[in-house]
């Protein structure tokens, strides 16, 4: 019995920090959704979808033409930014002045057209990076250093976004832009710059977690429809546009995802992780960190 | 400094000005005085750029206002302190501040900007880490005031700063607008606050229903009996 106990305490320890590592990743996902839905006021269905061009960025650069995967990231980073502020440009921009459910539909429209062209493009076959990194053992527990790095490093795009909206007159913009939209003139600040900027911070960050989730996971052009709705369920339980909220529920997500993984398989996990969803709409519909107005 | 002609302005198929002109010269405080509904907001929006007139022209110091991007106005030394202040509540009061000084002229010199509204605005400096939505309205307008002083203009445009606020706190930011005056800074500030307002103004005009109806001289428009009937209830 003594036996047990230990053993199940060091599982017990793994799993959860397993799912702090994981949560690290997921509160990154959720960062760069609410960032433009925060302060553009629009939801990027197809934001998985941008992820998972950015999986295929590296899949390419690293497996097919041999970029070291430290030259190729930045460059994956820069590529999916890029797509944010086209994004924004080409279908956010014209639409700002509709209906909401225009912008999810357009959005929505190029979720498929992206699957649809990774489709044609590189083939429905899973790719996987070919970068093996060893596991980390600790006395009973393992980790895997893939794990750990795609923590630390959303841990420090975090930080990064963080700093930047803190210090910065354009990330002060950000900020105050989701607040009063109509006197943003007044301050001089031009509030199409503003969006484009902030597109391509989302894109950006869409683009890091691509660089760390092609680590963990093959890529296929399906991929965004495993990533997309935690994502999406993570921004709506911290309150969509709270960032403080989802980096909350991302944790609150990852240890259920992780904990009734434990306990049965892993898909049970994410079962737990949606039914807890669903009733907590029902308790909390504005999200974990609802401001009372 | 600054002048309008024969401004049409509105909103859809609603006109709120009907041709007005108006000029503000080189270190005057004007006023608009007027009732609820005349127009006296939008005049401020058409200035800042926030609405563009239908008709007529402005210009400020030569430039034309109506040929700048809305963005670019506040770079011609138009800052507007708009209708019930409209600070950003949930970012501190230093940030609403650095929101003041956003364009690159003025950010060059935010921290002698910064020094200056704490100066005049002790109160500031003491709340600067607080959010600017959680002081009171007294201190929210001091705030709104100081975010415009930030880009260091030329011509400031109040609306309406005794809107909402106490007694005693209208007779502070009247004092207030009496030193920012003092220190050269040209003023043009709408009020329904016809007697105080009258008090710290050279000049006023009277707007109704989108028109000028009159102007003149403080002194001219407290001795107006229209006026008098109308707006000061003797």
């Known amino acids: ?293 | 400094m600054l002048t309008l002609k024969s401004v049409d302005a509105g909103y859809g198929s609603f006109q709120a000005l009907f041709g007005v002109d108006l000029e503000v010269k080189a270190g005057e405080a004007v006023g608009v005085i007027g009732p609820n509904g005349a127009g006296k907001t939008t005049l401020m929006r058409v200035i800042s750029g926030l609405i563009r007139p239908r008709k007529g022209s402005i210009a400020m110091q030569g430039t034309d206002v109506l040929a700048t991007p809305a963005h670019r106005i506040v770079s011609l030394g138009i800052a507007h302190v708009p209708e019930n202040r409209r600070l950003f509540p949930r970012l501190t009061v230093e940030d609403n501040l650095k929101m003041g000084a956003f364009m690159p002229e003025a950010r060059r010199h935010h921290d002698e900007r910064l020094a200056f509204v704490f100066d005049l605005f002790p109160r500031m400096k003491e709340r600067r880490h607080q959010l600017a939505g959680t002081m009171s309205g007294g201190e929210q307008q001091m705030c709104a005031i100081g975010r415009a002083l930030m880009s260091d203009p030329k011509l400031l445009l109040l609306d309406e700063p005794s809107a909402g606020l106490a007694p005693v706190v209208v007779q502070q930011v009247f004092e207030l607008v009496k030193r920012i005056r003092a220190g050269g800074l040209t003023v043009l500030i709408v009020e329904q606050n016809v007697q105080q307002v009258l008090r710290v103004v050279d000049r006023a005009y009277l707007l109704e229903a989108g028109t000028i109806r009159g102007s003149g001289t403080a002194a001219e428009m407290l001795q107006s009996d229209t006026i008098k009937q109308a707006y000061l209830g003797v």
């Open chain 1, 1 to 293: 019995m003594q036996a047990f106990l230990d053993i199940f305490d060091i599982y017990l320890l793994e799993t959860v920090i397993n799912g702090i590592l994981f949560g690290g990743v997921l509160a990154l996902l959720a960062l760069g959704l609410n960032l433009i839905f925060g302060v553009i006021d629009v939801t990027w269905i197809c934001y998985a979808e941008l992820i998972m061009i950015g999986m295929y960025g590296m899949y390419y650069l690293v497996h097919v033409y041999g970029v070291p995967y430290w030259a190729a990231a930045p460059m994956c980073i820069l590529l999916v930014a890029g797509m944010g502020a086209l994004l924004h440009f080409l279908v956010i921009a014209p639409l700002l002045s509709s209906p909401p459910i225009n912008q999810l539909l357009a959005t929505g429209g190029v979720l498929f057209f992206l699957q649809s062209f990774a489709t044609v493009a590189f083939g429905v076959e899973f790719h996987n990076i070919g970068i093996q990194l060893p596991v980390l053992r600790l006395g009973e527990m393992n980790f895997s250093y893939a794990r750990l790095l795609s923590f630390a490093a959303a841990l420090i795009g975090m930080v990064a976004v963080y700093v930047f909206m803190k210090r910065t007159y354009v990330g002060t913009a950000i900020r105050a832009i989701a607040q009063d939209r109509q006197i943003m003139a007044l301050m001089g600040v031009d509030t199409r710059r503003i969006y484009l900027i902030t597109s391509a911070l989302g894109g950006g960050l869409a683009g890091l977690a691509a660089c760390l989730l092609v680590l963990l996971y093959d890529v296929h052009p399906f991929i965004g429809l495993s990533i997309g709705p935690i994502t999406f369920l993570i921004c709506v339980l911290g309150g969509l546009g709270n960032f403080i909220g989802g980096f909350v529920a991302a944790f609150v997500f990852a240890e259920i995802i992780s904990l009734g993984g434990m306990f049965s398989d892993l898909e049970w996990g994410y079962v737990l992780a949606f039914g807890f969803f669903i009733v907590m709409m029902f308790i909390r519909p504005a999200g974990l960190l609802s401001r009372r107005s």
